[in-house]
């Protein structure tokens, strides 16, 4: 069958493979279908090869050359889980948040170090923010340029205590990254030029 003529759709919940005009093989539980944009979306079993994830594919029909139905879901669709939409006000305002800090912080002309500091720091403790160019954490302490734990001021506590041991956890694993980085570098120069001899 090729794609849709008028008035033909797919039941969700049906078993369908497409077969691509770049000839790949397409299978999967049909999820949605727009019959005026002719998008198909298809879950699959996951790329990862986790059982407990699955990969959605949107396929367009205008560019499938043939499609086959395995099996046609004849009984009404489940209906669909419910929204928590006060969760994902939350989320999105958070993530619009994220999103505006760092864009204050490269207006700022705060440096690249900086600026990953800042995430690592707000991947553990969400209440920071940016001062100008200063990282203040849980209103308590502030980490001024140039990021390094002689550079977190505050109040002598837990709070401190704790912030520093991120910097310098953070700044121990740059430098396990980079001096690992030039490692891996070297062996792929070596390989390349062990293929090409």
Same mark, same amino acid.
């Given at each position: @069958? ?10 969700i919940? !049906? ?13 999967g539980?049909v ?8 998008m ?5 079993? #996951? #790329? #990862? ?14 560019y ?11 009984? +009404? ?6 929204? &928590?939409?006060? $969760? ?5 305002r958070?993530?619009k ?5 760092q ?5 700022? *002309? ?6 990953q500091?800042?995430? +690592?720091? =707000?991947?553990?403790? $969400? ?10 954490? @849980?209103?308590?302490?502030?980490? !001024?340029?140039?990021y390094?734990?002689? &550079?977190?001021? *505050? ?14 956890? =953070? ?15 070297a062996?792929? +120069?070596?390989?390349? #030029?062990?293929?090409?001899?």
């Amino acid at each position: @069958m090729a794609a849709p003529g008028p008035g033909e759709y797919f039941s969700i919940g !049906s078993h369908v493979s497409c077969l691509t005009c770049l000839g790949q093989r397409l299978q999967g539980e049909v999820v949605a279908f727009d019959y005026q944009s002719k998008m198909l979306t298809l879950k699959c079993p #996951s #790329s #990862s090869g986790k059982s407990n994830l699955n990969d959605l594919i949107l396929i367009n029909l205008a560019y499938v050359s043939d499609v086959d139905i395995i099996t046609d879901r004849t009984e +009404t669709p489940p209906p669909l889980a419910s929204l &928590n939409v006060n $969760k994902l006000a939350n989320r999105a305002r958070t993530e619009k948040e994220d999103k505006l800090s760092q864009a204050y912080a490269i207006s700022a *002309g705060v440096s690249v170090e900086g600026q990953q500091l800042f995430q +690592t720091i =707000h991947k553990t403790i $969400k209440d920071c923010k940016w001062q100008e160019k200063n990282i203040i954490v @849980m209103d308590d302490v502030v980490i !001024s340029p140039p990021y390094q734990v002689d &550079n977190c001021k *505050g109040k002598e506590g837990s709070a401190l205590s704790h912030v520093r041991k991120i910097v310098e956890k =953070h700044f121990r694993d740059v430098e396990s990254q980079k001096s690992t980085q030039p490692r891996s570098q070297a062996q792929q +120069t070596q390989k390349d #030029s062990t293929l090409s001899s």
